[in-house]
């Protein structure tokens, strides 16, 4: 019910409530001079005044409390996320998602690891120069966020990634929000020297598993099925676990040493 019918109905209860006190006290009293009603109605007030203000106090505060919440039904927003529209540094991306994993891990309440790689990074750097490489990625980013939780976390993770922590989520809501950033890169608008370029992304996910007994490991098995995305030809999504034998002489990708090697061009 909004606020102001609230309002209207808690003072027509008052109402209510302050007349019924002042013909009981009336009756009561059993006088009838010209100053009793008047005196019937006061005392009526008084008495109905602190419970409503109780109450007009109560739901004064539960207002104040909505807009906290309101960005994410029925999961509360972490502290430190970063607003719709924008990313959080790697720093404090990493930060927030040790607190998210250990907390998924201890209550069972699923989380997954998303890598997004903006395919050809280097061959687009090359051509069109790292100012128009990064604006691109930015617009993923600005595409990406607004169609995440409050409680979900992204970042601008390495060279031409960005990194999404997805709180409350099972393997198959995962892979939904993987293929839907995939989808929406495919639809957006970046042009060069008047010319409209296709941008597309590859989406490495990992679920958390019993397996993965710190968040490095949840990390480190998304960054090796972001690989697997690109070595299948790009514009795609893989989930891991994925086969290590398809992975030999690609190199390290760990967070921790972001320098690409073995890069497709």
């Known amino acids: 019910m909004p606020l102001v019918g609230v309002v209207v109905a808690v003072g027509a209860v008052g109402l209510l409530l302050a007349a019924g006190c002042g013909y009981a006290l009336g009756l009561w009293l059993r006088v009838d001079v010209p100053w009793a009603a008047a005196l019937s109605a006061a005392l009526g007030m008084a008495v109905a005044t602190v419970p409503l203000g109780a109450l007009m106090l ?7 409390a909505a807009p906290a919440v309101a960005a994410a039904p029925g999961v509360a927003a972490p502290a430190g996320a970063a ?7 790697r720093e404090e991306f990493v930060a927030l998602a040790e607190r998210e994993w250990a907390r998924s891990r201890r209550y069972g309440s699923g989380a997954a690891m998303l890598v997004v790689e903006l395919d050809h990074w280097r061959r687009l750097v090359d051509q069109r120069g790292g100012g128009f490489a990064d604006a691109v ?7 990406t ?8 976390a992204l970042a601008l993770f390495a060279e031409g990634q960005l990194a999404v922590f997805l709180a409350h989520a099972d393997a198959t809501g995962a892979l939904d929000v993987a293929e839907r950033i995939r989808e929406r890169t495919e639809l957006l608008d970046t042009s060069a020297d008047g ?6 992304v590859s989406v490495g ?16 098995d998304a960054l090796e099925a972001v690989v697997a995305a690109r070595t ?34």
């Open 137 to 143: 990625l930015q617009q993923v980013v600005h595409d």
């Open 145 to 152: 966020a607004p169609t995440l939780r409050g409680a979900d």
């Open 83 to 89: 607003p719709a529209g924008a990313a959080m540094s």
């Open 205 to 220: 996910v990992a679920h958390l598993r019993p397996a993965h007994l710190h968040l490095q490991a949840l990390i480190d």
């Open 195 to 200: 010319r409209r370029l296709r941008s597309t």
């Open 232 to 265: 299948a030809g790009g514009n795609c999504v893989r989930a891991a676990p994925v086969e290590r034998s398809r992975l030999d002489g690609l190199g390290s990708l760990s967070p921790v040493q972001p320098q690409r090697r073995a890069r497709k061009p």
């Open 58 to 64: 109560w739901l004064a505060r539960g207002t104040e």
